[in-house]
């Protein structure tokens, strides 16, 4: 009893030194070591979470959340993500991410390469793994501000793109970018991807950090293959943990990355796609580079 009362004891304390440090890093008063430090925290306790004692029941854990995920729409809390980025001004995210506005991950090749250079590095990758060739139809499923989009458009000439984002400020940059490069061969969509149809399918869909705001793969998934043709591909990069997936709850005032980021989403594991081959089937998995 008394060891109980003390872990509950330490835990509590834990709550609350995590909850002011956090607060003191939202209002930057926390230098870079500490911040760093705070991070690796705050990930260890995660790791601690979802760690099982065996593999069998780290096995079960995931198959109830794929069931779980059956269950529920394809996404929830889309205006969330919205208010909480997609629709902050374009001059913000020009001080913090590179030339192209890739929001998503970059690729450092070696230690010399710049932001810039490892955008396009990225974007290069995606290319040859999505095996695309110019003359292609293409959508780009959660385009975010078009790095990609715009990339393919400028590289592939004859291609058409077509990009789907959450984001009327999203859209006016890419078209923006689109006159200043005099593209004509982009199109994009303003959508709700759970609510959105059409009648059009491509030579390839692309999908780049988009599935973690998801939650039913198996509808969403499904929706993807109706605009696809027979010998069409679909590419999809998003993070992962190699071994357990979760979601972005909510309910935890301590997760500052479901707060102000992804509230909604989901942390996939690196193989959570491959319980959801029923429209789609997959033919290869990259687990980093």
Known sequence: MMATAAVAVASRAYVAAAR???AALER?????AVTRRLTRLLLAQRLRLGYLPSAPLQLHHLLLLAHALEEMPIAIQTDKAKDQHYELPTTFFKLVLGRNLKYSSCYFPDDS????????AMMELYCERAQLQDGQSILDVGCGWG???LYIAKKYKKCSVTGICNSKTQKAFIE???RENELSNVEIIVA???KFEMKRSFDRVISIEMFEHMKNYKALLKKISGWMKEDSLLFVHYFCHKAFAYHFEDNNDDDWITRYFFTG???????????FQVSTLIQHTYVGF
Not at 28 to 32: A, G, H, I, Q
Not at 113 to 120: F, I, K, M, Q, R
Not at 266 to 271: L, R, V
């Open 147 to 149: 790095s990609l989009s």
């Open 176 to 178: 923006e970018q689109c």
């Open 192 to 194: 709700d991807i759970s």
């Open 113 to 120: 390469s710049t932001l810039e250079d490892a955008e396009v």
């Open 265 to 275: 989403g989901t942390m996939p594991s690196a193989n959570l796609l491959l319980y």
């Open 28 to 32: 930057n008063l926390l230098p870079d």
């Open 20 to 22: 002011a440090a956090l």
